[in-house]
Nanobody, 131 residues
Framework: VQLQASGGGLVQTGDSLTLSCAASGRTFSSYALAWFRQAPGRVREFVGAVGVLSRNGAITYYADSVKGRFTISRDNAKTTVALQMNSLTPDDTATYYC??????????????????????WGQGTQVTVSS
């Protein structure tokens, strides 16, 4: 799976921004997809993840710091994953990376929040939030 993230930019506190990640590969629907972010001098941290689609929708996981502000979603027809970010603050400033790993229903949030679980990564897109 090859991933390419886009949509980053410079915004102000309180603004919204949507990131998109385009994926190639015929088994896209079988992958869990995630967004991580990395600020200068800090480790790459989990933002959100979305599982495979079922008749009940797709399970999603979020970091506590973004819950209620960010929404992750996938479009299997377009093989994309999006991250809708609302109420942005300077603490959200980072390079955002999309990632993919094979979905396993026996894994839970802790597993999908672990960056070491992801074998495929996009190149990153910069988000800067000014105060």
């Amino acid at each position: 799976v090859q991933l390419q993230a886009s949509g980053g930019g410079l915004v102000q506190t309180g603004d919204s921004l949507t990131l998109s990640c385009a994926a190639s590969g015929r088994t896209f629907s079988s992958y869990a997809l995630a967004w991580f972010r990395q600020a200068p001098g800090r480790v790459r941290e989990f933002v959100g993840a979305v599982g495979v689609l079922s008749r009940n929708g797709a399970i999603t996981y979020y970091a506590d710091s973004v819950k209620g502000r960010f929404t992750i979603s996938r479009d299997n027809a377009k093989t994309t994953v999006a991250l809708q970010m609302n109420s942005l603050t300077p603490d959200d400033t980072a390079t955002y990376y999309c990632a993919a790993t094979m979905w396993d229903p026996f894994y839970g949030r802790a597993d999908y929040a672990d960056r070491n679980r992801y074998a495929y990564w996009g190149q990153g897109t910069q988000v800067t939030v000014s105060s």
